[in-house]
């Protein structure tokens, strides 16, 4: 390769392979495709029609369960989040490190697992009170993690400063670190609201009715017409609405300091009297995420009378086929949603322009997309177009390609974008066309963030309901699927060997992508 087209290259100015631009475009409008079908299928019903659907008091309802749950469920992660953050990050909390850990545990336990356990204890808790519990023990590490990561990023004089001028600690971190962290706040925010109005298996299971729960009971009782595509779109648009109301509230401020200093650590903050008041607050947090979840589980496991005598007992081979099932769902996911965001995120980052970014930040669209809405318009699809593709793994395979796309985008990026160019422009001076460079070179040095997301889609594809329930062949059955089928009918005893596999496995995997990210940040488990 020339010097003119290895300057070219590193700044990003050449132009991108044709092939690479078109399986990237095709990526970006898989994306897209249920939400255009949603769209049609809507448009397609009388505008007058529509109106009545839309102000009928049940889509009232719906819509206060909503957004009430969703501002609500915003705050409490809001202050838990970015208070414990602090707590970690910030002070002489005792235990710090162990704390890190405990905070992120609760993304290893599904939803539908803790609203399993809640339910198991009493039906009182089906109702906003109990949704809005599950929903912020189970998303405020979402808020914790970018708040997190900020306070280890902002510079300690900032604090130290007003620490100086008389400022207390509290008083400190409302007016000086509070602001720093809005940014990383706010996206984590949304992040829960977003999670918040697409989540369907818990709310179903502690009968909170929302647009996803009764978008599903119509499809399973046979009303799944252009009716439910509005319903639908309603869901779309209010998804849209949250990433817009973010983006403004987030506004364009800089936080960026004007000179690059050195990074260091500041002194914590002494709690005093409040150490252990709050140490034990933490605790009590830790069992209700955590101990609660895993109790109950351990002790509808030891209710064998009442597992043997439900109509759904388990047995070993179901237990074993719905393990396989999962393993291999997740692996099939991951190998899926990879194969679609390698080509993307490679032309994000080796071709970056306005083009790129916009084919990029279409496959993120997904992020707010409900499952349901995905699931329904690939049905729709394939029954008009395709038969043979409903119920089969190709079209379930596509579903968690499009539903965790994000997340596999954000590791073939992180991985890329540490690659250095001029290795690849190396590979092509000796001969390498650019498949080959790519395979070759870039693929090897790139295997630990492609894991990474690989990883993370794993994660979350083997405990996925929604997509599952209605794309999955007849008779595949997953551990996600039993625990759902099980606790539907109040057969908590036989849900709970289901349930306990998928903590292990959620456990197991979230502990190992934690160690991997560990051993990259520090050379060693923290």
């Known amino acids: 390769m020339s010097a003119a087209g290895a300057m070219t290259l590193r700044g990003g100015m050449s132009r991108p392979p044709v092939a690479l631009v078109a399986v990237a475009l095709a990526g970006a409008a898989l994306v897209l495709l249920p939400i255009a079908v949603i769209a049609i299928q ?121 620490r100086a001028l008389g400022e207390g600690a509290w008083s400190c971190y409302r007016r000086v670190v509070l602001p720093q962290l809005r940014p990383a706040l706010l996206g984590g925010v949304l992040l829960v609201a977003l999670n918040a109005l697409t989540e369907f298996g818990a709310f179903a299971l502690l009968r909170f009715r929302t647009f996803t729960t009764v978008i599903y009971a119509q499809y399973r009782i046979g009303l799944d017409g252009p009716e439910t595509s509005v319903l639908a779109l309603v869901l779309i648009g209010l998804c849209l609405a949250l990433v817009a109301a973010e983006l403004r509230v987030r506004g364009g401020a800089r936080y960026a300091r004007v000179g690059g200093g050195a990074r260091r650590a500041g002194a914590p903050a002494a709690l005093r009297r409040l150490r252990w008041p709050l140490f034990a607050l933490l605790s009590a947090l830790v069992v209700a995420t955590l101990g609660l979840p895993v109790g109950m589980v351990v002790y509808w496991l030891l209710q064998h009378a009442e597992a043997a005598t439900s109509p759904v007992a388990p047995s070993i081979p179901a237990l074993f086929h719905a393990t396989l099932n999962s393993l291999g769902f997740g692996l099939m996911g991951a190998a899926a949603a990879l194969l679609i965001a390698g080509p993307i995120g490679y032309l994000a980052v080796r071709y970056p322009s306005r083009g790129t970014a916009l084919i990029e930040r279409a496959a993120y669209l997904t992020q707010g997309v409900p499952g349901v809405v995905v699931a329904l318009a690939l049905i729709s699809l394939s029954v008009q177009l395709v038969p043979s593709l409903y119920q089969s793994l190709p079209l379930l395979a596509v579903a968690y390609a499009v539903l965790f796309l994000p997340l596999a985008i954000v590791g073939v990026r992180a991985s890329l974008a540490q690659i250095p160019p001029a290795l690849e422009e190396t590979a092509r001076a000796l001969g390498e066309n650019a498949l080959s460079a790519a395979v070759r070179v870039v693929l090897p040095l790139a295997a630990n963030g492609l894991g990474a997301g690989a990883a993370m889609v794993f994660i979350f594809v083997s405990t996925e309901l929604t997509a599952t329930l209605l794309l999955a062949p007849t008779g595949a059955r997953t551990l996600a699927t039993e625990v759902w089928a099980n606790t539907s009918s109040l057969a908590f005893a036989a849900a709970a060997p289901f349930a306990a596999l998928i903590l292990c496995l959620s456990f197991l995997f979230t502990w190992a992508f934690a160690n991997r990210l560990a051993k990259a940040a520090y050379g060693g488990w923290v």
């Open 42 to 162: 809507a448009g397609e019903v009388d505008p007058r029609e529509a109106l009545a659907l839309l102000y009928r008091p049940l889509i009232g309802a719906l819509l206060l369960n909503t957004v009430s749950l969703i501002v609500a469920a915003s705050l409490t992660t809001a202050l838990i989040g970015a208070g414990t953050a602090w707590l970690v990050e910030r002070t002489d909390l005792p235990g710090r490190r162990i704390w890190s850990v405990l905070m992120v545990a609760p993304l290893a336990v599904p939803p539908f697992i803790s609203s399993y356990a809640w339910v198991s204890i009493s039906n009182r808790f089906q109702d906003f009170a109990g949704a809005l519990a599950v929903v912020t023990f189970a998303y405020y590490p979402l808020v914790y993690l970018p708040v997190a990561a900020a306070l280890r990023g902002l510079d300690p004089a900032l604090e130290e400063t007003a």
